[in-house]
C-alpha cells in the first residue's frame, strides 16, 4: 500500500494528503486573485465598454484640429459641448 494510505491520521498516514489538498486550494485562491488582477490591469488600460477612452480620444483629435486652425473656436465649442 501507497504510505499515504497508511494508518490513520494518528500515525501520520493521512497529513501528507490533506496538506496537499490544502495546497492545491491555496494554488486556486492565488489564480483566481492573479487573473482577477490582470483582467483589472487590462479593463483599465483599454477602457470602460461603456464610457471607453472614445470620449478622451475624440477630444483630443478635436483639440488638434483646432490647434491645427481646420475649425474655429465657435465649431471648437460647439464639439466640445456634443461630446458631453
Do not use: S
Not at 490544502?22 to 488600460?45: D, K, P, Q, S
Amino acid at each position: 500500500m501507497p504510505w499515504a494510505w497508511q494508518g490513520g491520521p494518528a500515525e501520520g498516514g493521512w497529513w501528507p494528503m490533506m496538506g496537499f489538498g490544502w495546497l492545491m486550494f491555496l494554488l486556486m485562491i492565488i489564480a483566481c486573485v492573479a487573473m482577477m488582477l490582470f483582467m483589472r490591469r487590462r479593463h483599465g488600460m483599454m477602457g470602460c465598454m461603456h464610457h471607453g477612452n472614445d470620449g478622451d480620444r475624440a477630444l483630443g483629435t478635436l483639440r488638434e484640429r483646432y490647434a491645427k486652425g481646420e475649425i474655429t473656436k465657435a465649431d471648437f465649442d460647439q464639439m466640445r459641448q456634443d461630446l458631453g
